[in-house]
């Protein structure tokens, strides 16, 4: 009777992870030495946890800021930031610098 060879593949599976089986060793006995002689040993995983974190950094400039305009609005600043060639952030900083300055102006 022939044998399923899902069942074969498993059973030649098994057979290599057996001998793949690496033998167990016996734990090494460390010498026995004072409190006073015995010293931090270093590990990699003590390196780790004493690195320093890195700072945070601020954003210059941070995304949560929104604005709600009009799809017109948002195009009309588009268009100039383009026709301008500017950066959009460039842009709305002049627009604002101008609006202080007519409000100043408007005030004397």
Request: proline letters at 6%; hydrophobic letters at 35%; aromatic letters at 6%.
């Amino acid at each position: 009777m022939e044998t399923d060879p899902l069942e074969r593949m498993a059973a030649a599976l098994i057979d290599e992870i057996r001998a793949r089986r690496t033998t167990v060793f016996e734990p090494v006995p460390l010498p026995e030495s004072s409190p006073e002689e015995a010293l931090p040993i270093e590990t990699a995983t003590s390196r780790r946890s004493i690195a320093r974190k890195r700072e945070r950094r601020v954003a210059l400039y941070p995304a949560h800021y929104s604005l709600r305009l009009t799809d017109e609005d948002r195009d009309r600043f588009d268009a100039c930031a383009e026709r301008h060639r500017l950066a959009k952030g460039e842009l709305f900083r002049r627009m604002l610098d101008a609006f202080e300055a007519a409000e100043n102006g408007q005030e004397k």
